[in-house]
């Protein structure tokens, strides 16, 4: 039985998805779920529930956007509504990831990638669910 695990950056319009290889190691970016207005997640979970069949995810990683100062503020709220949501969709466990510093880190690695400002945001998101998976696997390994 293969297990993948899936890594979600839950934006305000956007999802960044990530997917473990077979092994739990590695993380890579697959796609970039848009939607018109935050509110509207019925195609965003379609589109996820499709990629879980697709890739035959077991569990997912969502990254938890949590305050400096360690509080959830209203993104996290909506974050935890989130996954709510995805648990009642896929029957899948859906663990919580602090990532207040993955998408600093993200932003980071495309910089030094040479990557131009205004093509980033394009690969920001996907890259923050990549080190938010990636910090889970590794944290895996550490147990």
Same mark, same amino acid.
Do not use: H
């Given at each position: 039985?293969?297990? /993948?695990?899936?890594?979600? *950056?839950?934006? !305000?319009?956007?999802?960044?998805? +990530?997917i473990? %290889?077979?092994?739990l190691?590695? +993380? &890579?970016?697959? $796609?970039?779920?848009?939607?018109?207005? #935050?509110?509207?997640?019925?195609?965003?979970? +379609?589109?996820? $529930?499709?990629l879980i069949? $697709?890739?035959?995810?077991?569990?997912?990683?969502?990254?938890?956007? =949590?305050?400096?100062?360690?509080?959830?503020?209203? /993104? +996290?709220e =909506?974050?935890? $509504?989130?996954?709510?949501?995805?648990?009642?969709?896929?029957?899948?466990? @859906?663990?919580?990831? %602090?990532?207040?510093?993955?998408?600093? #880190?993200?932003?980071?690695?495309?910089?030094?990638?040479? @990557? /131009?400002?205004? *093509? /980033?945001? =394009?690969? @920001? *998101?996907k890259?923050?669910?990549?080190?938010?998976? &990636?910090?889970?696997? *590794? !944290?895996?390994? =550490?147990?």
């Amino acid at each position: 039985m293969m297990m /993948r695990i899936m890594g979600l *950056d839950f934006g !305000s319009k956007t999802v960044g998805v +990530a997917i473990s %290889d077979a092994l739990l190691v590695t +993380a &890579q970016g697959i $796609e970039i779920i848009r939607r018109e207005s #935050e509110n509207k997640l019925r195609k965003t979970l +379609a589109r996820i $529930e499709e990629l879980i069949e $697709e890739y035959e995810v077991t569990s997912i990683v969502l990254g938890l956007p =949590k305050n400096m100062n360690n509080s959830i503020g209203e /993104r +996290a709220e =909506k974050t935890l $509504e989130f996954q709510e949501m995805l648990m009642r969709r896929t029957g899948l466990s @859906v663990v919580m990831w %602090d990532e207040r510093l993955t998408t600093v #880190e993200a932003n980071r690695t495309l910089i030094e990638g040479n @990557v /131009r400002r205004e *093509d /980033r945001s =394009k690969y @920001v *998101d996907k890259l923050a669910a990549v080190f938010i998976l &990636q910090g889970y696997l *590794d !944290s895996l390994k =550490k147990e």
